[in-house]
């Protein structure tokens, strides 16, 4: 695995551990959930109310981005994401 491989790899175990953490606080709305990588971006979906939704696509860049070698922009964009997935399972009723 070259250098960007495993970067992308790297980060898009943090956007998973992102993702994780929020929608764990939302076990009582969803009963799944995940990214599933449909090249060249990544898909949030839930399961919801006995169906799949797919709720965002992430681009490789914005899911790259979240293990820049800029740490404050790499913080930044893990924020965002966050944020995100806050905002949209929030919103399911």
């Known amino acids: 695995m070259n250098e960007r491989e495993e970067r992308l790899k790297n980060s898009v175990n943090v956007v998973k551990r992102i993702i994780q953490r929020v929608a764990n606080e939302y076990r009582d709305k969803i009963t799944n959930y995940g990214l599933k990588d449909n090249n060249p971006e990544y898909e949030f979906w839930v399961e919801y109310n006995g169906d799949i939704h797919a709720l965002h696509k992430f681009g490789r860049g914005d899911i790259e981005d979240c293990t820049d ?5 790499a913080i930044d964009t893990c924020n965002n994401i966050e944020r995100y ?3 949209i399972l929030a919103a399911l009723k």
């Open 85 to 87: 997935v806050r905002q």
């Open 69 to 73: 070698p800029n740490r404050g922009h």
